[in-house]
């Protein structure tokens, strides 16, 4: 017998087949990994080939990395790998294993994690650099400070060898985790560092706050720095609020790139600089990318230049730059300080179609957006359908539902958020007790308030007794109120002597309300909304003589009232209006059309109420002031421009008047349109001549 040919054949043969096959099913994996429409069952015959064919080398450690990222991409769970890892003859390699540790890692499943990290570390094998950056880093993502600290002792029993990279990444969870302290010992002793440690250190100086200490590191690390080394500085200085010092290492720095442009234009925005933020971004011409784009927005929207952060999205689309999450989260913001539902309704429109991701901070947009426009069920329907769901998401519904006038299903939602774990903080309980002030559920709100502390271990803030004083105060029971004022145990302020105030208001009580007033001024003499509200009480007990004191020292400290300013959305354009503003290029049109609508008021039996407005106007001119206010414009805009039948939505920046109210379900009624006014304080859905509110805000 030929021993060659015995030696050779059955070895080359058994190695080749492997290969064979290992290589077949590479390409075949590729394939199905490429083709999404696949479903997991695809994978899974796959998987069953590799155990029958018995191919486990080295080769099929990168054939199994591949299936375990694909078993990922196509929504697996770890169990099929897990699986794969039991049924190996001999014990796997050490990368499969680290493999697999990242993988429960990034599923989010902290007990598969510890399984699979135990079961490796009983097979001998130790995490590699890129399974100890993994860990870390999710240690910062939800910020883990002791599950890392003791993964850093675990490590240094173990004495495993940090290389530079673990190393850096050690750096950069305790700086990231606010541990500075830590982060600079471990830089001090670093053997030797490279670029990535250096900018990791120069961040985290900056980040917290040493940026002296991140210049003197700057500058010592001449010549070894690149763009991001500046751009780290740039934004250091731009989060200190010192913008000029930004300002200058940027026109200094030579490898400026897209990066360093977009830290300045974010540092003047932050700043509200818009005008600098501007004349940079229009020097950027085609260098910009999609982060330039959200910071402009983001900054407009952070200004309050709602229309101008929307007209920076157009402009984008026909840039054609594709906008993000972080785009649609601020544009949802704008929508909802204008009142803009169509463009709201499109922008959610267009993450379905988009298929962008609607995680809790999108998810939490869309649901204040549509509670802020009163289309709360859309907002219940985002809600419900959010996978995962954060105290945010579960504040912003309690309050949407509360702030609409929905208290009881405010409460149940409440009672839900406990049966699913989620524990309330202080933000909820702010919601929850103003949603049973606008529903006049006075003792269930009582019961809840008392709850805070005995059950929840919540001590009430001021914002809470701000709400008790507010449900008081709406349901009529003003002796309670002062009650609760003159007891708490934290000094009241503006608001809740506000709350107070206007509920003497409707109430018609003179002498609380005298009281009240009195110490509003003291607590906030620059207030033109006190002023105002004391010169209007003394003019309803005809005490002209205190109206003119009132108004002379408002005059003499040169105190102003905020102007009324109401918006209205017309073809996804929002207008505004400010009282009394007569810019808007369509005003004589909506002149004539207020005209007309005061005399159908009339004859539909409305009477000028003036009893709110400051005495020495003469009743005429009472009349000619009322009804230019500012939200009478928008609706009167609105019914003209607008097709029959469609319901017209109004934001105004204050409290409407009593006036107005009336005014506003008389339209509601002989213009048969449904009329829906959000203002400071809550909403008001106007439909056949009576609102929402029952006359009660
Ligand atoms: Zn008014
Ligand atoms: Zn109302």
New binding site residues.
Partial sequence: MDPFRRRSLPSLSSSSIAIAIAENLTSLIIRVGKNRSNNISQLKQIHAQILINGCINSSTTLLTNFLISHYRSHGGGPHFPLLFLQSLPKPAEPLLWNSIVRFSIDSDNWSDFSCFYNAMRLNHFAPNTTTICSILKKCVSIAALQFGESFHCHMIKLATLFDIVAQTALLDFYSKLGNITFARRLFDEMPERDIVVNNAMLSALGKNGFIGDAQNLFDNMMPQKNSCSWNVMISCYCKSGRIEYARSIFDRCHLRDVVSWNAMIDGYCKLGWLTNAQELFDRMGTSKNFVTWNTMIAGFVQARQFNRAIQMFREMQSERVKPTEVTMVSLLSACAHLGALDMGDWLYAYIKRKNLRVDVVLGNALIDMYCKLGSVETALDVFHGLRVRNIFCWNSMIAGLGMNGFGKQAVTLFGSMGSQGVKPDGVTFVGLLSGCGHSGLVSTGKNFFSQMDDVYGLKPAIEHYGCMVDLFGRAGLLDEALDLVKNMPVKPNAIVLGSLLRACQVHKNTEIGEQVTRRLLELNPSDGGNYVFLSNLYASLNRWEDVNVCRKSMAEKGVQKTP?CSSVELNNTVHEFVAGDFSHPQFLQINAFIDVMEKELKVNGYEADTGLVLHDIENEEKETA?KY?S??IAVAFGLMSSPAGKTIRVVKNLR??N??HSAMKIISRIYEREVIVRDRHRFHHFKNGSCSCNDYW
Avoid: A, Q, V, W
């Fill in positions: 009324g009322i206010h939200e009478r409407t008047c006036d107005c």
